[in-house]
């Protein structure tokens, strides 16, 4: 049997942001093969040209680099260059049946993580051994319970087929997209996702989570002409200048009477001194909303309002989509199962049937949403766990003992779906 608890702690010490998580991968792989599972990875997994918000050339080379020197597989790893992590390990039953699939995220967040005494994993010594990221969103516990439910069906003593998925990327909503795209989704009857913690407390089940926003995340590029500010200001074209005018009409958007709305211009930058036109500047904007029809309509409106900007300041400009999401829609047959087999695990006292999730959006939501179009059904749980800090924060951490808890009930779906 695996040692989650170690397991966990070895994700925890290597955390790594969306789509450079080869270590991460590559470790996955490895223990996914030693319990005999048909491992898809790399490009086989992936769809390319689907990945949104993919890191830098130079940083994808610098976080596969790293990953080697501390112990990435290097046959595993070199399929996944480029930003390619996602993992689907498959096992097959002894006899015929439905697929069932089970999503789980291992990606980390660029966060610097706490070195107070009072901070678990710094008294333990398991703390972030790359400075400036952490796992403060549970996924070094997902990760894990994934490894835990692959040894636990490891047999294939059911009906049927298990495909588990690991996920790259979720932060951001940037992953999940690129493996739906590929395909990996169009054979599964029935997908259960879940989150720990997320302000639920240790031993509540919730079988099904509402609430998530649509959400597009889009970086604009605007692309002017440099000149001299005092000497020449006539002959220049201020890129940020027109960045600047589309944030405050970004911001005027007006709300919506068919659903809630949100928009965020989370970062503006440009220029390069106090006496040059700012030949280049990009703008990362956010849109959400209750209602994925809503969400389009207000994307929209950003893309015209940031093209104006750009032709009033004589700029030309890009658009890129580097983050997605929309609402998921669970299903209650599938919430009512897990609540009933969560009763069966020893810890869990409480079950909710479905409550309002405040995370804000979740990429999962395009895989249950693809099992869904399929005919399949599908639902997000939540797992509670106490935790001392909220989520993305540099205290974050969760109890442990959350994972063999989830592990077990994690089985039990499985076991009740694949007979």
Known sequence: MLDLVSLRR????HPEVGFTEFRTASKVVELLTSMGYDVIYGQDAMDG???????????????????LRDGANPEIVAKMRGGYTAVIGVKKGSKPGPTVAFRFDMDALPV??????????QAH??????????????????????????????????????????????EGVRGAYSIVQKGMLDDVDYIFCHH?????????????SYGFLATTKMLAHFY???????????????????????????????????????VNVGVLEGGTAAN??????????????????????????????????????????????????????YDEEMAVLALEEAKQVEGFTSFKMGEYNSMGSE????????????????????????IPAPHHHPKFDIQEEILPRSVELLNRIARRLLT
């Open 125 to 170: 010594d398991f703390r972030s051994r790359y400075e400036g990221n952490m796992h403060a969103c549970a996924h070094d516990g997902h990760t894990t319970i994934g490894l835990g439910v692959a040894s636990a069906l490891a047999a294939g003593d059911f009906a049927g087929t298990l495909k588990l998925i690991f996920q790259p990327a979720e």
């Open 224 to 262: 002017g002409v440099s000149s001299h500010a005092g000497a020449s200001p006539e002959q220049g074209k201020n890129a940020l200048l027109g960045a600047a005018t589309a944030l405050l009409n970004i911001h005027a958007i007006p709300r919506f009477s068919t659903g809630a709305t949100r």
């Open 363 to 386: 990429d999962a939501s395009f895989m249950i949403k693809r099992v869904q179009d399929r005919g399949g059904k599908g639902t997000y749980m939540a797992i509670g766990t106490d």
């Open 196 to 208: 720990l913690g997320v302000n639920v407390p240790l031993g509540e089940v919730h079988g099904g």
């Open 276 to 329: 040059i036109i700012p030949a280049y500047a990009k703008m990362i904007v956010e849109t959400r909303s209750v209602s994925e029809e809503v969400n389009a309509e207000v994307e929209q409106r950003v893309r015209t309002i940031i093209a104006h900007s750009a032709a009033m300041h004589e700029l030309e400009h890009k658009i890129e989509v580097v983050g997605g999401a929309i609402p998921i829609n």
């Open 112 to 121: 610097l993580e706490s070195t107070d005494a009072d901070h678990f994993p």
């Open 49 to 67: 040209d689907s990945r949104r918000g993919l890191p830098s050339e130079e940083v994808l080379e610098a976080a596969y680099e790293r990953a």
């Open 10 to 13: 070895d994700f925890h010490m």
